[in-house]
C-alpha cells in the first residue's frame, strides 16, 4: 500500500471529529436553566414546599411514563390529542400491515394507529397518576391521604410565551374525602403561597355542577362536555369566538342565546349567586346543589378571615373532563400571564382504576409560569443568585495548605466557600469572584500566616476586615 494510502491516526482522529460535530439545541418548548435559574427555582420549590408541608401534606413522586391506558380519556378529547406517546421498544411495527401505515399518513387524525405503536405516554398532569398511585396502594395508605408532588409534566402543544411542552407542577391533593373545608383549606394555601412569594392574585372559583344546571336550563345536558371546552376558552378567543364554536359543536341558536347573559353576569358574588339561581330555579337541582357548594365554601371563606380576593366566575370550566365540583383558577394582578394555578374537586377519578366513591380535590402550582411572574415582577431576593459566600485566593504553597484548612472549618460551620484551583494572577481570580457574584475574597498570604489573621475583602464595596483564623466563620454569617 502506498505512504499516501495509509491514513495516521491523529487524521482519522480529526476526520471522525469533524463528521460528528452538529450544531447544540434543545426541542421547541423546552429549556436550559442556567446555575442562577435553577437556584431561583429551587427559592420557588422550597418556599411551596414549606407551605404544603405547614398544611400536614406528605411528598410523592411517580414515574415520569404512566401506561397510556393509564392516561387516555382523562383529559377530554382536546387534552388526549397534547399527550406525548413513546413508541414500543422493539419492531414498534410488528403487525401492522402497509396499508394501514399509508391509510394513517394520509388521515387527518392517525390516533388510532398511533396507539398501537404505543404502550405508554409521558405524564400529562400529577392528579391521574396521584389517583392511580392511591388505588394501586391503597391498602397501605391512611384517609383522607394528603399528598403534595413537584414533579415535570409533558404536553405536546404548541410553545409560545407562558405555555411550554415540558413544565412543572407542584400539586397538592387530599383524597377520601368529600368535606368542603379541604376546598377552603386549598384555599388558605394559595393565600400563603402567594403572598410568601410577594405575589398579588386573584382566585377564581365556579363549580362543575352549576356548569351543569346551566347546560340543563338551556336544554343541552348531553352537550356538557362541549360547553365547558368552549366556554373555557372565553378569556383566550372572546364570546363571539367561544358562540361561534358552540355552533359547531350543535347548540342551538336559541340555546347559545341563553347562555350569552350567564357568561356576562357582573356584580359581587352574591348577587352572581342570586342571579344564577334565578336562572337555574327548578330547571337543575345539581345546579342549585352546586351553588350551594359555592356558598358554603365562601361563607368559610368570610368567617376565617381570607384575605385573597375570591371571584365567582360562571364562565370559568376547567376542561379536565374529571373535575365534578368545585374549581378554581389564580391569576397574577400585576404581570400579563395566564393562569399560574389551578384545580377542583373530582368525585369519582379513582373509580376509573377500580376504587369507586372515593372523592379528592386538589390544586396545581405552575411553576414555570409562577417563576417568570417573580422574574417580570423582579421579586426574586438578591442572595438567591448567590451560592457561594466567599472564595479563598490561592497564593499555592504553604499559604495554599493553610487555605484549604481554614475552607475546611468555614465548610463545617455550613457556609458554602471554595478555593481558586490554580495559583494564578489577582486579577484572574478577582473576575472569577465577581462574575460568579461571590461578595467576598479571603487572603491568606505569608503576612496573614505569620499574625494567623485573614484579610476578608468585600468585592462590592472594597472594604477589607482583618479577621483572625478562628473567627472567618462567624464574620461570613453576619
Given at each position: 500500500?502506498p ?5 495516521r ?5 480529526d ?11 434543545i426541542?421547541?418548548?423546552?429549556r ?6 435553577t437556584a431561583r ?8 414546599k414549606?407551605?404544603f408541608r405547614?398544611y400536614?401534606?406528605?411528598?410523592l ?20 390529542k397534547l ?5 414500543n421498544?422493539?419492531n ?5 400491515e ?18 398501537r ?25 391512611v384517609?383522607?391521604?394528603k ?5 415535570p409534566?409533558?404536553?405536546a ?6 405555555r ?36 398579588r ?7 362543575r ?6 347546560a ?12 365547558t371546552?368552549?366556554?373555557d376558552?372565553l378569556d383566550?378567543?372572546?364570546l ?10 350543535g ?16 356584580g ?13 330555579g ?5 345546579g ?5 357548594e359555592?356558598?358554603?365554601i365562601?361563607?368559610?371563606t368570610e ?7 375570591v ?15 368545585a ?11 395566564g ?9 369519582d ?6 376504587l ?8 396545581s402550582?405552575?411553576a ?10 423582579d421579586?426574586f431576593?438578591a442572595e438567591t ?7 479563598f ?5 504553604a499559604?495554599?495548605?493553610d ?5 475546611a ?13 490554580e ?6 481570580q478577582?473576575d ?13 498570604g505569608?503576612t496573614e500566616?505569620a499574625?494567623?489573621?485573614a ?6 464595596t472594597?472594604e ?5 483564623f478562628?473567627?472567618?466563620a ?5
Open positions: 500500500m505512504d499516501s494510502a495509509v491514513r491516526p491523529q487524521e482519522t482522529f476526520t471522525i471529529q469533524i463528521m460528528t460535530i452538529q450544531k447544540p439545541s426541542p421547541k418548548g423546552t436550559d436553566f442556567s446555575p442562577v435559574e427555582r429551587n427559592y420557588l420549590f422550597d418556599t411551596v414549606s407551605v405547614r400536614g401534606f406528605q411528598p413522586e411517580t414515574p415520569s411514563m404512566e401506561n397510556l391506558s393509564t392516561l387516555l380519556g382523562k383529559y377530554g378529547e382536546e387534552g388526549d399527550l406525548f406517546k413513546v413508541l421498544s422493539g414498534f411495527l410488528k403487525g401492522i402497509s396499508e394501514e401505515l399509508l391509510a394513517a399518513a394520509e388521515s387527518d387524525n392517525p390516533v388510532a394507529l398511533g396507539n405503536m404505543c404502550d405508554k405516554g409521558l405524564r400529562y398532569d400529577l392528579t391521574v397518576p396521584f389517583a392511580r398511585y392511591v388505588v394501586q396502594h391503597r391498602n397501605e395508605l384517609f383522607p391521604f399528598r403534595y408532588q413537584i414533579q409534566v409533558w404536553r402543544d404548541r410553545p409560545q410565551k407562558g411550554y411542552r415540558e413544565f412543572y407542577q407542584c400539586d397538592v391533593d387530599v383524597v377520601g374525602s368529600e368535606s368542603l373545608l379541604n376546598e377552603v383549606e386549598l384555599i388558605r394555601i394559595v393565600q400563603d403561597v402567594f403572598a410568601a412569594l410577594g405575589i392574585v386573584v382566585l377564581k372559583i365556579n363549580n355542577k352549576i356548569l351543569y344546571g346551566i340543563e336550563t338551556i336544554g343541552h345536558a348531553d352537550k356538557m362536555t362541549d360547553i371546552v368552549a366556554i376558552k383566550k378567543i372572546g363571539d369566538a367561544v358562540n361561534e364554536e358552540l355552533a359547531e359543536r347548540l342551538s341558536p336559541e340555546a347559545i342565546a341563553a347562555l350569552r347573559p350567564i357568561l356576562e353576569l357582573t359581587d358574588n352574591r348577587a352572581k349567586l342570586t342571579a344564577i339561581t334565578a336562572i337555574i327548578e330547571h337543575s337541582a345539581i342549585l346543589k352546586g351553588i350551594e359555592v356558598k358554603t365562601l361563607d368559610y368567617k376565617l378571615g381570607v384575605t385573597l380576593p371571584e365567582l366566575d360562571l364562565s370559568l370550566a376547567r376542561g379536565l373532563n374529571y373535575y365534578t365540583g374549581i378554581f383558577e389564580v391569576k397574577a394582578l400585576d404581570f400579563p400571564m393562569s399560574i394555578c389551578g384545580g377542583g374537586r373530582y368525585d377519578l379513582t373509580g376509573i382504576f377500580g369507586p366513591d372515593t372523592s379528592g380535590v386538589g390544586i402550582f405552575g414555570d409560569r409562577i417563576y417568570d411572574v417573580l422574574l417580570g415582577l421579586l431576593p443568585a448567590q451560592s457561594v459566600r466567599a472564595l485566593v490561592n497564593f499555592g504553597g499559604e495554599e495548605c487555605a484549604l484548612k481554614l475552607l472549618d468555614v465548610r463545617q460551620a455550613g457556609i458554602a466557600a471554595e478555593i481558586y484551583p495559583a494564578v494572577k489577582m486579577k484572574k478577582f472569577y469572584a465577581q462574575k460568579r457574584g461571590i461578595p467576598y475574597m479571603i487572603f491568606v505569608e500566616r499574625a494567623r489573621v484579610t476578608v475583602k468585600n468585592i462590592v472594597g477589607q476586615t482583618p479577621v483572625p478562628g473567627e472567618i462567624a464574620f461570613l454569617k453576619q
